[in-house]
């Protein structure tokens, strides 16, 4: 605990200052929004207050919750079910919002399975809690960006789609011809990431284990793994939820749908 605390002092006191400087930031970034008519400036506030709100109530509940296996199971499905709903709502507005289980589950699980199966995730709370957030996390970016890339895609060029039906393409190949390209610019961001670690940034994994104590050899491994990991989980998601845009199973029936 005390090595914990002193952690934490070392990267940014807990003081009345935080508070204030944090406060002044998410109010910088209302107002920038606002004036850059990105329409998004009432977005930005709610959510630095969610922020706020979720992560006051996760640090009561994590540190009770992560001395028990199976309360932690519980808290890892409440974490992938709001990334469902958040997912599925970035898609649709429809009952289809939970068919967004499947690309985030299909990234997931495996990765999440394989690292308990061979015993190098540990049983236990303090480790499955953060390691399946990290991932989860990752399979909700990829999957909401990926699918309304594709479902953009296929209403802007939904002339194209139609003049791949009429060459003879079936109606999901039709689609995916359209959207892959598009919908594959959303694993970018995790790309980019993973080439500049250790020259651009040093994240939040790596600095995290440094700061309680772990040797660098050991921090740059761990984060080595949440990168691959992460690009393994992502690269699941985009795949699927491409396959359920191009069959009609998320997000509004595609232009050209027949039938």
């Known amino acids: 605990m005390a090595l914990a605390a002193a952690a934490g002092n070392q990267l940014l006191p807990v003081t009345p200052l935080l508070g204030v400087v944090v406060a002044v930031l998410l109010a910088a970034a209302v107002a920038v929004a606002g004036w850059g008519l990105l329409g998004h400036g009432h977005a930005v506030l709610r959510?630095?207050?969610?922020?706020?709100?979720?992560?006051?109530?996760?640090?009561?509940?994590?540190?009770?919750?992560?001395?028990?296996?199976?309360?932690?199971?519980?808290f890892v499905l409440l974490m992938f079910a709001v990334a469902v709903r958040t997912a599925g709502r970035r898609l649709t507005a429809g009952p289809q919002w939970v068919r967004a289980a499947v690309p985030i589950g299909a990234?997931?699980?495996?990765?999440?399975?394989?690292?308990?199966?061979?015993?190098?995730?540990?049983?236990?709370?303090?480790?499955?809690?953060?390691?399946?957030?990290?991932?989860?996390?990752?399979?909700?970016?990829?999957?909401?960006?990926a699918g309304r890339r594709a479902l953009d895609e296929l209403r802007q060029r939904h002339g194209e789609v139609e003049a791949a039906f009429a060459l003879g393409f079936e109606e999901r190949d039709a689609r995916l011809e359209i959207c892959r390209t598009a919908a594959a610019t959303s694993l970018v961001p995790a790309l980019d990431q993973t080439r500049t670690v250790g020259l651009v940034t040093l994240p939040g994994a790596f600095v995290g284990m440094l700061l309680g104590g772990a040797s660098p050899v050991q921090a740059g491994a761990v984060q080595l793994f949440v990168l691959v990991?992460?690009?393994?989980?992502?690269?699941?998601?985009?795949?699927?939820?491409?396959?359920?845009?191009?069959?009609?199973l998320l997000g509004a029936s595609p232009p050209g749908a027949v039938g």
């Open 229 to 248: 990991a992460l690009l393994a989980v992502e690269s699941v998601a985009v795949v699927v939820v491409l396959e359920l845009v191009a069959r009609g």
């Open 107 to 145: 990234g997931v699980l495996p990765v999440l399975g394989l690292l308990l199966g061979v015993g190098l995730l540990p049983p236990k709370g303090l480790s499955v809690i953060p390691v399946a957030g990290i991932l989860i996390g990752g399979a909700l970016t990829a999957t909401s960006l």
């Open 47 to 74: 959510a630095g207050l969610r922020a706020a709100a979720q992560l006051a109530a996760v640090a009561l509940v994590i540190t009770w919750v992560v001395g028990s296996l199976w309360w932690s199971a519980l």
